[in-house]
């Protein structure tokens, strides 16, 4: 009589560990399934799930009985050798640094100088113009900065619909725009004060709100809000 078992890659989508993981998410995956992600495969005899199963098993079920297991232990299943045992200790040991690990909260900002200071570093030593933006969360916490255009020394084009299409991406609440001026004069031009009336509108459209409109040189920066001009 023969006994075979059929290769992982036959299995049905849902009964794919990593394929699973792709298309419906890691929260949807059981603890076995995680588990042979690591192992990566098999045996002739057992699936990749089914040595997760085994093992598990032996810790009944528990995760935290999982994580005392030790190299040799662990190579007493049939397919679990050297590297594959240091594999899952080393998984877990990511799981116990990462639950004690503080959870790094974003920068706030709570004045134009906290702005300037996070982005001032771009801007350093360029010799052409560059518009970007900075989004923020509803507690004024930094999401990410884009760099929106490039210019030459004396401007550069402001796209709004790329403006605005890089912060809702972030899922951004407000915002704040930035450009330099190489010539290291600090006051905005018609051109700027247009561009932010014309940001800030639409902004008001949509409920994201555009605080505040940084000119940045070498000699220090302006703000509009500092200014009274928003």
């Known amino acids: 009589m023969y006994t075979y078992t059929t290769s992982i890659k036959s ?11 792709q298309s419906k998410g890691r929260t949807a995956l059981s603890d076995a399934e995680l588990l042979a992600i690591v192992i990566g495969s098999g045996t002739k005899k057992k ?3 089914e ?30 050798g050297e590297a594959k045992a240091i594999s899952i200790m080393a998984v877990l040991e990511l799981g116990r640094r990462r639950a004690v690990t503080e959870i790094p909260l974003p920068k706030k900002i709570t004045q134009s100088k906290d702005a ?6 771009r801007f350093q030593d360029l010799e052409h113009e560059e518009f970007r933006i900075i989004g923020l969360s509803r507690s004024n916490r930094i999401l990410g900065d884009r760099l929106i255009s490039k ?8 796209d709004g ?3 605005f299409k890089e912060l809702l991406d972030m899922k951004a609440t ?5 450009h330099n001026h190489p010539s290291g004069k600090l006051e905005p031009s018609h051109s700027d004060i247009q561009i932010t009336k014309k940001l800030t509108e639409f902004g008001k459209l949509i409920d994201l709100t555009v ?13 509009f809000a500092d200014h009274g001009r928003m």
Request: net charge neutral; hydrophobic share 40%; with cysteine.
């Open 161 to 163: 619909k790329m403006v």
């Open 51 to 80: 040595l997760a199963q085994d093992i598990l098993k032996h810790c009944n079920n528990n995760l935290y009985q999982l994580g005392k297991m030790g190299q040799h232990e662990l190579m007493k299943f049939p397919g679990i």
């Open 47 to 49: 699936s990749a799930v």
């Open 211 to 223: 605080l505040d409109h940084l000119i940045i040189s070498d000699i220090g920066y302006y703000s």
């Open 116 to 121: 300037f200071d996070y982005l001032k570093h």
């Open 174 to 178: 407000s915002c704040i725009l930035f």
């Open 11 to 21: 299995w049905a989508e849902d009964d794919r560990p990593r394929e699973k993981f």
């Open 151 to 158: 210019g030459g020394r004396t401007g550069t084009v402001v």
